[in-house]
């Protein structure tokens, strides 16, 4: 059944099913990469809740989770660029293949900062999984190993993704009407 569409969004850009059934087939990659060996996933609160849940329910390998909360955003829609960390993890990466997984990449610039500091503290390796990411709006390159989608620079909530802590649990990614926002 089709979720119905918010009020407050002018579009659904991905459906649940269609976030689902790509969240399967990264499962699957994932599951072959990292098939026998130790792999920590670290989700970013909060926005990654959602990701993390759906595609560690998908694996088939043994995982262990962790999750850190790192921000840079104010209650703004745009990146300040300013990294800190709100939660750091309980799990000791050192010698560990870390995942990062994350709801959104937007500049870029959050993730490359925190794939760096998990890499200096000893990962074995540190590889990043999103669910979307705005191409247009990088300020820096990311390698993103396992990629849900693509998707235009426009302000977008569901599945996790929230403006002013609202709109996180719609089980579908749209875009959120101007008028919500520019109040």
Known sequence: MAAEQHPD???ILITE?????RLAELAKEIDRDYEGKDLLLVGVLKGAVMVMAD???KLTIP?????MAVSSYGSGTKSSGVVRILKDLDTDVAGRHVLIV?????????LSW????LQSRGAASVAIASALRKKEAAKVDVDVRYLGFDIPNHFVVGYGLDYAEQYRTLPYVGILAKRVYER
């Open 9 to 11: 969004l002018d579009e």
């Open 17 to 21: 099913a269609q976030m689902q059934e």
């Open 55 to 57: 595609l560690a329910r």
């Open 63 to 67: 995982v262990t989770m962790d999750w």
């Open 102 to 110: 994350e709801d959104i990449i937007d500049s870029g610039l959050t």
């Open 114 to 117: 925190l794939a760096r500091n």
